[in-house]
T-cell receptor, first 116, second 109 residues
Framework: EAEVAQSPRYRITEKSQAVAFWCDPI?????LYWYRQILGQGPELLVQ????????DSQLPKDRFSAERLKGVDSTLKIQPAELGDSAMYLC??????????????FGPGTRLTVL | GQNIDQPTEMTATEGAIVQINCTYQ??????LFWYQQHAGEAPTFLSY????GLEEKGRFSSFLSRSKGYSYLLLKELQMKDSASYLC??????????FGAGTRLFVKA
């Protein structure tokens, strides 16, 4: 069964350092999502791609976060510099394509980031 | 605005039936998803409803009433492994998914 891949699974860093997360969506999925989930809360959308284009990054803290999906397949999310409040689970999800009724998002295992 | 209302926590006994209710308000509506999320893991898809009525899938069933802005997830024959958070996720008219904090279900022996 096809799955969304993410790496690393766990990342510990010190504040002010740079971190990067990678996501490989399910083959053929045009839409890719990055979420941040703080313990006890629901996932918060950071950025959404349709192929290689950003369609929603309204909640992305652009002074420190960046995301790219250069060839419309895999994607990287970067934080520089990391802050203590960035400690969270970073989830990647993919779906066939936004705008389709019933377009289901499938999530990867996530990256647990701890900032010390 | 967008709003989802689910109980924060529920407790049920192994072997029992539990119903998790969800009311929502969205700008337009294109269906509603239910996801299960175990502690420390990613959400996994359970069901999708776009028409009114009940959809049954094994031990899990999901119901939707669009006119009432209401859905529920029904879990039968509860097992300990069903202890998890359950997320009610409406899809807006603009095809955006709205995630809330969900309902934490504790299943006790």
């Amino acid at each position: 069964e096809a799955e969304v891949a993410q790496s690393p699974r766990y990342r510990i860093t010190e504040k002010s350092q740079a971190v990067a997360f990678w996501c490989d969506p399910i083959s053929g999925h045009a839409t890719l999502y990055w979420y941040r989930q703080i313990l006890g809360q629901g996932p918060e959308l950071l950025v959404q791609f349709q192929d290689e284009s950003v369609v929603d990054d309204s909640q992305l803290p652009k002074d420190r976060f960046s995301a790219e999906r250069l060839k419309g397949v895999d994607s990287t999310l970067k934080i520089q510099p990391a802050e203590l409040g960035d400690s969270a689970m970073y989830l990647c999800a993919s779906s066939l394509g936004q705008g389709v009724i019933g377009d289901t998002q499938y999530f990867g295992p996530g990256t647990r980031l701890t900032v010390l | 605005g967008q709003n989802i209302d689910q109980p924060t926590e529920m407790t049920a006994t192994e072997g029992a039936i539990v119903q998790i209710n969800c009311t929502y308000q969205t700008s337009g509506f294109n269906g509603l998803f239910w996801y299960q999320q175990h502690a420390g893991e990613a959400p996994t898809f359970l069901s999708y409803n776009v028409l009114d009525g009940l959809e049954e899938k094994g031990r899990f069933s999901s119901f939707l009433s669009r006119s009432k802005g209401y859905s529920y997830l029904l879990l039968k024959e509860l097992q300990m492994k069903d202890s998890a958070s359950y997320l009610c996720v409406p899809l807006t008219g603009g095809f955006k998914t709205i995630f809330g904090a969900g309902t934490r279900l504790f299943v006790k022996a």
